[in-house]
Structure formats: structure tokens, C-alpha cells
């Protein structure tokens, strides 16, 4: 039985988002499937298992986080 999890990240206009989206796309694959949808960010994960996924959520948390802060650095 797979766990499936789906994440939607709303920023302020939909180039953030986008630029967000962008900074993470060579890390999702296979592990998560993301696209835009205007000013937000929907990530969809599965895993084999409720851990895995907690692990794969976290991962790509925290490369959120840091794909974040480089966005607004970039706008200042």
C-alpha cells in the first residue's frame, strides 16, 4: 500500500512561484511530480511507506526553504 501526499505553496505572484518551481526541478525526480498552477506550487509525493514519505516531504522542504530565501534575495 503506497501513502501519497499532495503539497500546495502559495507565494505572492506567480513569478515566484515559478522561480521557486524551477530551483527545484532537478532534484524531484522520481521522487515528487510538481508543477504551477499561477502564483502556487502543487508537489505531489508517494512513497511505499508513511516514514518514506516523511522523508521525502522533508527533503523537499527544505529545499523549499532554500529556494525561498534565494528568491527574495533575488528581488531585493
Known sequence: MAVSC???LEYDSEAAALAVHRALAPDNA????AETRGASVI????????????????DYLACVAVAEKAVVAARR
Do not use: D, N, Q
Open 30 to 33: 522520481p521522487f515528487v511530480k
Open 6 to 8: 499532495v503539497l500546495e
Open 43 to 58: 508537489a505531489e509525493m508517494e512513497a511505499a511507506t508513511p516514514m518514506k514519505l516523511l522523508h521525502t516531504v522533508e
